[in-house]
């Protein structure tokens, strides 16, 4: 039965050409590009969709860093690619990752290229670690891609830990006021508003809310965590389409907290591996679709597209980079500069770095911004529940009194 393919490629009036094919085999695929005169850039089987619930990802991201800087250092050092892959399966203690190498290995000595062999496992190597790697395999700089590889891998580590720093204090102090704002509303404020209707004292219109809010969560709270779990699945589906993908791309670019990481972070990767494929000899239109592969966002892959179109037609970069209205002024003059003097892959790189601090600037300010935020929050938990709880019982003691 045939399989469905979806399948990129330079055909021979020298377009890039989109498209999905049916076809007995991916290999078949390619040689019936080749054969009409066509280069593959790639060649990736669809599959159906199926729902596959996993707590967690089976390979955490530090094992697979670590596992891509052993294998580029033995690669760097002339060791051949199988035996490398041989002496790293051997370092690796999660039974799935060993696992996938050991078949990765069999699969390269059955004649399969690398790339081709990690399509395999879509759950251990994304899009973004295939694509490198194919492009070093085309290139013949397969240990120099590793290493560009690696140090975006740190990078995503290094991210997320500070990610994960920053919003360690927020998600308990979030989850303890949440549980103590049900126990409040729940459970406190109907109980003491008995106890202040049987003494004859007024109660405030903030009780009164609390306490209508207390009873529509008594009475209907298994049905509104239903229709919570039930909003969460429909947004989660709903992002997986190409209008929600859009939607949710464009707003991480927008977004006032993370804006800075991700636009950093996507800066960051197109300048190093465009640069680095410059440095080596890879034709600008071939890095550019590299470039285009390893970008999720789809607003950038959108103006990559148009970079690629454009300079088919004869186009500078720098021009059709300010058309786009993505790139940032710097990113432009660094490309402008390196096309005026021939030196486009330095002005890359040189940028990359420039991204680098400022991915680690943004990260860095994450914490700073916020911790006051969230002590705002708690001050306005606090003064709602003082003046729910704490004042009518002021009252109620000085009724008592009189």
Known sequence: MPEQFFVQYINSDNKLIQ????????????????????EVISVVQKRNRVINIQLGDPVKLQEKTNFIQQLKTMLSSGVSLVKGLEIASKQINNDIFKNAIDDITNEIKQGNS????????????DKVSIAMVQAGEKAGIL???????EHALKKDVEINDNIKKATRYPKIVGFIMLLSMYVVIAKVIPTFTGILTSSGTEIPLVTKVLVGLGGVINSFGVYIFGILGISYGMY???????????FFDKYALKNPIFKGI???????RFTKILGTLLSFGVPLKDALLVVKNVTDNRIYINAI????TDI?????????????????????SMSGVGEEIGALDKMFLSAGEYYEIELKNNTDGLSALIEPIITVVMGLFIALFVSSVFLPMFKMYENVSL
Request: proline share 2%; net charge positive; with cysteine.
């Open 19 to 38: 498209q999905n094919i049916s076809s007995s085999s991916a290999s078949e695929v390619e040689r019936n590009i080749v054969k009409n005169g066509g």
């Open 114 to 125: 690398f790339s081709s062999a990690l399509k395999k496992y879509p759950k251990i190597f």
């Open 143 to 149: 240990d120099k891609m590793l290493a560009e590889l």
């Open 236 to 246: 989660k589906l709903w992002r997986n389409t190409e209008s929600g993908g859009l």
């Open 262 to 268: 991700t636009t950093a972070s996507i800066n960051l």
């Open 305 to 308: 597209n148009k970079l690629i």
């Open 312 to 332: 088919n037609t004869g186009k500078p970069i720098t021009e059709s980079m300010r058309q786009t209205g993505i790139f940032s002024d710097y990113l432009c």
